[in-house]
């Protein structure tokens, strides 16, 4: 796959994230969360019905495989889920940001340790910038009020980080799968795996719920984040991981907050200020470094 095309789909990816993030806040506030979440997967679901056929030149997936689908779907979509929506209401939105600027550090380490990748020292210093950028994003929003105790406060920061290891095991679990299935594949499974693990909850809240209050914009917006988050993220971050390292694929996480933000500025008219512009300027320069090929990499290819 072209490299340039890989790193737009990662990249295109991370920002649809950021941005259903960003949009599902009157969703969370009109559903419950484990119904919102089932009602997610269900929509995904029937759009990708298509995608659940194996097609005739992918083999039969074995045991290591499907082990592997469902630890995708378990930590990627329903354990992040459930440690980043209820870590962010236990402690403040500075510390939940600091932490979440710790993922493609996660992710090239991941790498490093069960794929056994070589980390390059550019990877590295664009995992700093990245880093650096997401806390200062969390540093502009420092005046925000606190969540309560402080030991409700350590608990929130430890479900974020377990939401960081979920996403970096995620990235990780993805580049082994595209190597056995298509992304197209490989999409409509793991969301599969997450409506089943998200049936018993959602459906017994459902029961009671009277879904003639929800508004019509509400359905419309439910609708977009479906798609956005079981669809097309999930599709076009495997597609992007066909084409690069597993650690190299991380760095595009800061595409999460960064969209997050911008949505925020534009959408929902947050103030935008000096620390969170920087924030921005840091999080390309570490894309550029990740992605620009050196110049051993260009005459290898030259030759």
């Not at 495989?65 to 962010?88: D, H, K, P, Q, W």
């Not at 380490?109 to 200062?136: K, N, Q």
């Not at 018993?200 to 879904?211: T, V």
């Not at 599709?235 to 650690?247: C, D, E, H, Q, R």
Request: aromatic share 10%; proline share 5%.
């Amino acid at each position: 796959m072209n490299r340039a095309l890989a790193y737009g789909c990662l990249a295109l990816s991370m920002s649809l994230v950021g941005s259903y993030v960003a949009l599902s806040k009157p969703l969370a506030a009109a559903l419950p969360v484990f119904l919102l979440a089932w009602l997610r997967f269900g929509i995904g679901a029937l759009a990708m019905l298509h995608w659940l056929k194996r097609p005739a030149d992918e083999p039969p997936m074995s045991r290591q495989t499907r082990r592997l689908l469902f630890l995708e779907s378990f930590l990627g979509n329903f354990l992040f889920s459930i440690c980043m929506l209820y870590g962010v209401s236990m402690t403040s939105a500075v510390s939940a940001g600091v932490i979440m600027a710790t993922i493609p550090a996660v992710v090239a380490i991941m790498s490093w340790f069960l794929l056994g990748e070589r980390v390059a020292p550019r990877v590295w210093l664009a995992v700093v910038c990245a880093m650096g950028g997401i806390a200062l994003l969390a540093l502009a929003h420092r005046d925000a009020p606190g969540a309560g105790g402080a030991a409700r406060a350590w608990l929130g920061n430890l479900l974020v980080f377990g939401a960081v290891l979920c996403e970096a095991a995620y990235a990780v679990i993805g580049k082994k799968l595209t190597g056995a299935l298509s992304p197209r594949r490989i999409t409509a499974l793991i969301n599969l795996w997450g409506l089943a693990l998200m049936t018993p909850m959602g459906a017994y809240l459902a029961w009671s719920f009277d879904f003639q209050a929800v508004r019509a914009g509400t359905w419309l917006l439910l609708l977009f984040y479906a798609l956005a988050a079981s669809v097309w993220t999930v599709w076009l971050w495997m597609t992007g991981l066909k084409g690069v390292p597993a650690s190299q694929g991380g760095v595009f996480t800061v595409m999460l907050p960064v969209s997050a933000a911008l949505v925020g500025v534009v959408w929902l008219g947050e103030p935008l200020g000096g620390l969170q512009l920087l924030a921005f300027g840091l999080a390309i320069v570490g894309v550029l470094l990740a992605t620009v090929p050196s110049r051993l990499a260009l005459r290898a290819v030259r030759a």
